[in-house]
């Protein structure tokens, strides 16, 4: 007997009815877990950021130089972002050879 004509039969097809029932019933439970925190709760696993700087450096008195720097970072995904700790580090090089002081201030 052939696959199609053993599927024809009434007691095979309620067999094949039933199977395909307990096997629907755990494949809706998965998709249903899979769907509830990406599409309900809207949250995926890792938070995603869009880190900006900037640095900008304004003239004092006596050859002193103010540098501020602004760090700016926004949360672009659905993940709740929590910066536990971060810092900055900036660091001076002295004394300024005269070539080099030259070519930054724009004087050849």
């Given at each position: 007997m052939n696959f199609l004509g053993w599927v024809k039969n009434e007691d095979n097809l309620a067999v094949l009815r039933t199977l395909?029932?307990?096997l629907l019933m755990p494949a809706i439970v998965v998709g249903g877990i899979w769907t509830y925190p990406i599409f309900v709760?809207?949250?995926?696993?890792y938070p995603?950021?869009?880190v900006t700087?900037?640095?900008g450096h304004y003239p004092l008195l006596n050859n002193k130089?103010?540098?501020r720097a602004t760090v700016r970072i926004c949360n672009e995904g659905e993940i709740l972002l929590s910066l536990v700790s971060g810092f900055s580090r900036?660091?001076?090089m002295i004394p300024c050879e005269d070539d080099l002081c030259k070519v930054l201030e724009g004087r050849d």
């Amino acid at each position: 007997m052939n696959f199609l004509g053993w599927v024809k039969n009434e007691d095979n097809l309620a067999v094949l009815r039933t199977l395909q029932i307990l096997l629907l019933m755990p494949a809706i439970v998965v998709g249903g877990i899979w769907t509830y925190p990406i599409f309900v709760k809207r949250r995926q696993r890792y938070p995603r950021a869009n880190v900006t700087q900037q640095i900008g450096h304004y003239p004092l008195l006596n050859n002193k130089v103010l540098l501020r720097a602004t760090v700016r970072i926004c949360n672009e995904g659905e993940i709740l972002l929590s910066l536990v700790s971060g810092f900055s580090r900036v660091q001076q090089m002295i004394p300024c050879e005269d070539d080099l002081c030259k070519v930054l201030e724009g004087r050849d």
